[in-house]
């Protein structure tokens, strides 16, 4: 699984950490160019794919790639 939050769209509102089960994300120190810190995915490899984050983030700053056995990452899948 690849958990990417677009830094440019969040808005630091933290509702993709409340949401998500497996505690993925997590407030970095990172500020972006709005001026507000970003969100980040601390641990994407304890990510089960349900796409709570994606779906919950208001801002559309989060995309998470689910990868199924034999797919390449180079494939588009
Ligand atoms: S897809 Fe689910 S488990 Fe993965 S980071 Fe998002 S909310 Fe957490
Ligand atoms: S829900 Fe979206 S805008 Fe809010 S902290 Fe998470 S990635 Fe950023």
């Keep these: 699984m690849n958990v990417h939050v677009d830094e ?4 630091g509102c933290r509702l993709c950490i409340a949401v998500c089960p497996k ?3 997590a407030m970095s120190n990172r500020v972006n160019q709005k001026g507000y810190t970003v ?6 490899e304890d990510c089960i794919g349900c796409k709570l ?3 919950t983030c208001p801002d559309f700053a ?8 034999g797919d390449s990452p180079l494939s588009g899948k």
């Design 62 to 69: 989060i995309y998470v790639e689910i990868y199924h056995l």
């Design 53 to 55: 984050c994606e779906k």
């Design 8 to 11: 440019r769209l969040c808005k």
């Design 23 to 25: 505690q993925v994300l």
């Design 39 to 44: 969100a980040v995915a601390l641990r994407p």
